[in-house]
């Protein structure tokens, strides 16, 4: 899966939302209800590399595979950053990802959780 690829993966999960912040942040924010899931790096060096939160276990297990490294300013919060996400089997990688939505989306009140899963396909 190439970041073209997953941008639209992410954008196709229900609610969600991209959000491009500028500089100094120069990140795509991917978030539902306004609760963040995903981000890529817009600008160089470190263009396209992708950040999402995961489990503890998996962020053990995650940052000992070379190319993915706790996420800078958010590894305290179980967020990792993927360097290349062509390395990364694109069936696991979507697995990472709707676990990070779902986790967002968890977070939201019974209600608006609702209305985003209602509103789905």
């Not at 500089?23 to 978030?31: D, F, K, Q």
């Not at 179980?78 to 968890?106: C, F, M, N, Q």
Request: with cysteine.
């Amino acid at each position: 899966m190439d970041t073209k690829q997953l941008k639209e993966f992410c954008a196709r999960l229900p609610g969600a939302s991209a959000q491009l912040h500028g500089a100094p942040a120069n990140i795509l924010v991917y978030a539902v209800g306004g609760k963040r899931f995903a981000h890529f790096k817009t600008s160089q060096p470190e263009q396209w590399r992708f950040s999402i939160k995961v489990s503890s276990e998996r962020f053990l297990e995650l940052t000992d595979i070379p190319g993915i490294k706790p996420a800078r300013w958010l590894a305290r919060f179980h967020w990792v950053t993927i360097v290349d996400v062509r390395s990364v089997p694109a069936d696991y990688l979507r697995e990472l990802v709707e676990w990070s939505y779902h986790k967002a989306l968890g977070s939201l009140s019974k209600a608006r959780r609702a209305a985003f899963l209602s509103s789905s396909p």
